[in-house]
């Protein structure tokens, strides 16, 4: 029952499918800058799969993708690892960034991650935008997924200012957005809370996780699964080249 739900979810969020659009002999790189929620996965912590893992799938093959979110990273400390200026020495005009913070900035007790939201959070956001545009990239802001926190049965918020903070940017400098928080919270609590999670990394006990994990953050296969497909209807929406190469899934 509680399959057939998320699969009945699934099916109305995407219609049955994703429109096929058409292809083009256009090349397009896609950057994914972000945290352990984008970030590719090692086979020992499956079923764990970050969304921007599985976005190649529903892209032609006209599209790379090349996923440098990592697990635990804010805006502050991706740029001081020196990870983003890494990715804008390779940006070339016509390429895509998906910017999805917010998770590990709130992390107040860590002073190597966090920033405040309308001060130093929104001015790493500012220079990820300022920056990629300078060299001819198209740079696109995502909100933070929800987390799975449920009181009294209702879907009860964990970030705080941040997705604003996302959505005053794109405001401000005209950036598009994806609210992917608005969108996965509409998800999640069109599952249920039981259901729901299916689409994290709820597991039974094995040799390397003995106890089992009851993770409300980080996605199963279904939910990485399901936030791409929320992303990549909204990119359709987009008035941009990438839109026209969504496949049929």
């Not at 130093?120 to 500012?126: A, Q, R, V």
């Not at 909100?143 to 879907?155: A, D, H």
């Not at 705080?160 to 996965?184: C, E, F, H």
């Not at 809370?193 to 006990?205: D, H």
Request: hydrophobic share 40%.
């Amino acid at each position: 029952m509680k399959r057939m739900r998320l699969m009945l979810l699934v099916m109305i969020l995407t219609n049955g499918s994703v429109i096929a659009q058409p292809n083009s002999s256009e090349q397009f790189t896609v950057w994914t800058i972000g945290d352990s929620t984008m970030a590719n996965k090692k086979a020992e912590v499956a079923p764990e799969t970050g969304w921007c893992q599985v976005f190649h799938e529903f892209v032609t093959g006209n599209v790379e993708v090349r996923n440098r979110a990592v697990n635990g990273r804010s805006t502050k400390s991706f740029i001081n690892e020196g990870r983003w200026i890494s990715i804008l020495d390779s940006l070339k005009a016509g390429d895509y960034v998906f910017i999805q913070f917010g998770h590990n900035d709130e992390k107040f007790q860590d002073t190597t991650r966090f920033t405040d939201p309308f001060t130093s959070y929104n001015k790493n956001l500012e220079r990820f935008v300022r920056e990629a545009r300078g060299k001819g990239a198209t740079p696109i802001l995502f909100t933070s997924i929800v987390r799975r926190k449920f009181e009294n049965g209702l879907l009860t918020d964990t970030h705080g200012d941040y997705p604003a903070a996302t959505r005053l940017v794109a405001s401000q400098m005209n950036v598009p957005l994806i609210d992917l928080q608005l969108l996965t919270a509409g998800a999640v609590t069109a599952i249920g809370e039981e259901a729901s999670k299916q689409i994290y990394l709820w597991t039974q006990p094995n040799a390397k996780f003995p106890e089992g994990r009851k993770d409300d953050t980080h996605l199963s296969v279904e939910g990485a699964h399901l936030v791409a497909k929320l992303a990549v209807q909204q990119l359709m929406l987009l008035d941009n080249s990438l839109g026209k190469q969504i496949i049929s899934k």
